[in-house]
């Protein structure tokens, strides 16, 4: 499959804006591929004692949302 920012969309958007909404669109796709088959089980173990995959999930979720949320310029509450 071609990676979103070799598909020509989001042609209206300028470079950086079109560059971040092709990364997302590529973790969401990345997300569907490597972990759409795992049982909450899988995704909430923790081989080794590392931490789970659902955790780094949310992880990156709430990392990117307390991004989004300064780059509007608002403070990020819990």
Do not use: K, N
Request: net charge negative.
């Amino acid at each position: 499959m071609v990676e979103p920012w070799l598909r020509g969309t989001l042609a209206e958007e300028d470079a950086v804006r079109r560059g971040v909404l092709h990364a997302l669109e590529l973790a969401r796709e990345d997300v569907a591929r490597w972990c759409s088959e795992f049982t909450e089980e899988q995704l909430e173990a923790r081989p080794f004692g590392l931490p789970s995959v659902a955790f780094q999930m949310r992880h990156i979720a709430r990392s990117l949302d307390r991004l989004l949320t300064y780059a509007e310029g608002q403070q990020f509450e819990r």
